[in-house]
Antibody, heavy 119, light 110 residues
Framework: EVQLVESGGGLVQPGGSLRLSCAAS????????MHWVRQAPGKGLVWVSR????????RYADSVKGRFTISRDNAKNTLYLQMNSLRAEDTAVYYC????????????WGQGTLVTVSS | QSVLTQPPSVSGAPGQRVTISCTGS?????????VHWYQQLPGTAPKLLIY???NRPSGVPDRFSGSKSGTSASLAITGLQAEDEADYYC??????????FGGGTKLTVL
C-alpha cells in the first residue's frame, strides 16, 4: 500500500522556521519526482515546489523562492521542505505528492500537515 | 489569482450531466502539457481523478471523463450522484515544469 506521511507542522511565529518531512512507502520513491502543494484554510490548492528523482533539479513558486528549500533523501525514502522567514500568508495545510514519471500527474498524496504562522 | 481558470461553482440534480472548464494559456496547457484532474472531498486530501487529459485511474467510474483542446480542458460528470459533491481541481505545468493549478470548482448536487 502506498503511503505518504507528512510531519513537522505546527504553530510558529512570523519570521520563524519549520522543517516538514514526508515519509514514503509502498512505491519506488527514488524513481518519482516529488512536489509540495499547500492549501490555505478554505482556499484552493497551490503548488509550492518540486524536486526531481535524484535531487539534482528543484523549482519553486515565486511566493516561496529564497525562503523555502526542498530536498530528499532517497536512502531514507523521505522528502523535506525547509521553510524559513515564515509569513502569515504561509499558513496552510502542506501536502507532499508523488508524481508519475510517465504522465506527470500527482498520483500519490499525503494526508497533509498544518502550518500556522501567527504571533 | 490561479494560473488556470475554473468556475467557482457548478451544480446539478442527481442523474444529470455537468461540465467543469479549465482555461490556461500558451505557457501551460497550450504549450502541450497534459491536464490532470483531482477530486477533493471535504476534509480529505486530493485524489487523482483524470490523468493525461482523458485517462481514468483504476477505480474511477466511467461517469467521469476529461478532454483537452488548445489552451483549455474540461471535466464531465454524467449520472450525477450525491457522493460526487466535492471540490474539483485541474492541474498542468509551465515550461519550467512548475506545477500550476486551477482555483477549484465546488460541485453541488441538488
Amino acid at each position: 500500500e502506498v503511503q505518504l506521511v507528512e510531519s513537522g507542522g505546527g504553530l510558529v511565529q512570523p519570521g520563524g522556521s519549520l522543517r516538514l518531512s514526508c515519509a514514503a512507502s509502498g512505491f519506488t520513491f527514488s524513481r518519482y519526482w516529488m512536489h509540495w502543494v499547500r492549501q490555505a484554510p478554505g482556499k484552493g490548492l497551490v503548488w509550492v515546489s518540486r524536486i526531481n528523482s535524484d535531487g539534482s533539479s528543484t523549482r519553486y513558486a515565486d511566493s516561496v523562492k529564497g525562503r523555502f528549500t526542498i530536498s530528499r533523501d532517497n536512502a531514507k525514502n523521505t522528502l523535506y521542505l525547509q521553510m524559513n522567514s515564515l509569513r502569515a500568508e504561509d499558513t496552510a495545510v502542506y501536502y507532499c505528492a508523488g508524481v508519475s514519471y510517465s504522465s506527470g500527474s500527482f498520483d500519490y498524496w499525503g494526508q497533509g500537515t498544518l502550518v500556522t504562522v501567527s504571533s | 489569482q490561479s494560473v488556470l481558470t475554473q468556475p467557482p461553482s457548478v451544480s446539478g440534480a442527481p442523474g444529470q450531466r455537468v461540465t467543469i472548464s479549465c482555461t490556461g494559456s500558451s505557457s501551460n496547457i497550450g504549450a502541450g502539457y497534459d491536464v490532470h484532474w483531482y477530486q477533493q472531498l471535504p476534509g480529505t486530501a486530493p485524489k487523482l481523478l483524470i490523468y493525461g487529459n482523458s485517462n481514468r485511474p483504476s477505480g474511477v467510474p466511467d461517469r467521469f471523463s476529461g478532454s483537452k483542446s488548445g489552451t483549455s480542458a474540461s471535466l464531465a460528470i454524467t449520472g450525477l450522484q450525491a457522493e460526487d459533491e466535492a471540490d474539483y481541481y485541474c492541474q498542468s505545468y509551465d515550461s519550467s515544469l512548475r506545477g500550476v493549478f486551477g482555483g477549484g470548482t465546488k460541485l453541488t448536487v441538488l
